[in-house]
């Protein structure tokens, strides 16, 4: 029986080209949802208007604070209490992450506290449907976990534009139950609203034996984006891939990104290669893979360190990390050993 966590397990056979889940619009929370709640009224009459991320996030955090009141609380009360994406991490955290990621990480948080600081007196203007001040509700950790929730959790389902919401693409939907379906970049699925149905459906193109996790795949994502993007990083990836920052480029071939790049672009455009040229390419990309691997081996050194004395929350964070430092590890190793062989 498949240990799944938090997925879901199939307790039937299901054949190749069957639908896993078929999930009724009704079921689904979106923009329109929102729009026709509560805060309907609020949103509709706020100039600019908001985004359809900021009414989901916005509702999200309403619901949870009502507690058992809300229809929504079942599935509320199981999505995560925090997450481990770079947004929820220290500076000192991602300082760990490979360079080109460090870079997106921060340009994500910044990202973030822009928008929670930009729509502050937007929230204040909800003040009248809580007796407690919004100050103390909607604080910046609250807001970060529904900004995670929806970034990690809705599927893509494209909307009407709604005239009381700004006009950023409608694309989200959350889906309780359905968004229990874990990534694997193995499995082939089929994933989309049913406009004759009406409901959102699931269909495995493999199909799924009796008691083993019911899968999805989001796509041919790479670890960095997996982690960027959901907060994890997915085992054996076979889109994973070792990134090569512009400056460790210049730092391991002592010569300009310019040169550099354009005489690999020449090669791959099919230009021919002499002996020598081929030495040098040869000899390039293992400084490269040396250079990199130095930095690794001594990120995955402070990520050990840091285990030592880490809370459970921070552990998972240091988890993810780890691994793709470790996943780096390993793709590099492969390219030495090939590299060397071919000098």
């Not at 203007?125 to 970034?151: G, H, I, M, Y």
């Not at 006009?167 to 004759?196: G, R, T, W």
């Amino acid at each position: 029986m498949a240990n799944t966590g938090r997925g879901l397990m199939a307790t039937q056979t299901f054949m190749a080209k069957s639908s896993l889940i078929s999930l009724p619009e009704k079921c689904l929370l979106t923009s329109s949802t929102v729009l026709k709640s509560y805060l309907g009224h609020f949103i509709k009459r706020w100039h600019p208007p908001i985004s359809p991320l900021l009414a989901l996030c916005c509702f999200l955090i309403c619901e949870r604070y009502r507690g058992a009141a809300s229809e929504w609380s079942p599935y509320i009360n199981i999505l995560p209490k925090t997450y481990t994406c770079p947004v929820y991490f220290s500076d000192d955290i991602i300082d760990l992450l490979p360079l080109s990621l460090q870079k997106k990480a921060k340009e994500q948080k910044e990202g973030f506290q822009e928008l929670f600081y930009s729509f502050f007196t937007f929230f204040h203007s909800l003040q009248p449907l809580f007796s407690q001040p919004t100050e103390e509700l909607f604080t910046k950790d609250a807001f970060r976990w529904a900004w995670c929730s929806v970034n990690t959790r809705t599927v893509y389902m494209e909307h009407e534009q709604s005239k009381y919401l700004s006009m950023e693409k409608d694309i989200y939907a959350l889906a309780p139950y359905l968004d229990l379906l874990n990534h694997c970049p193995n499995v082939q699925v089929k994933a989309s609203f049913n406009k004759q149905t009406q409901c959102y459906e699931v269909q495995s193109l493999q199909g799924c034996k009796k008691f083993q996790q019911a899968l999805i795949n989001y796509g041919p994502h790479d670890n960095h984006r997996l982690l960027l993007e959901y907060g994890f990083v997915a085992p054996g990836n076979p889109h994973s891939v070792v990134y090569v920052d512009p400056a460790t480029f210049s730092k391991g071939t002592h010569k300009p990104v310019r040169f550099c790049s354009t005489s690999w672009k020449s090669v791959l455009l099919g230009a021919a290669v002499s002996q020598d040229g081929e030495y040098w390419c040869i000899t390039l990309a293992l400084k490269l893979c040396k250079t990199i691997s130095g930095a690794n081996v001594k990120a995955l050194e402070r990520l050990s360190e840091l285990k030592e004395s880490a809370d459970l929350f921070l552990l998972e964070q240091l988890g993810v990390v780890e691994s793709l430092r470790k996943e780096e590890r390993s793709i590099l190793g492969h390219a030495q050993v090939i590299l060397e062989k071919l000098l």
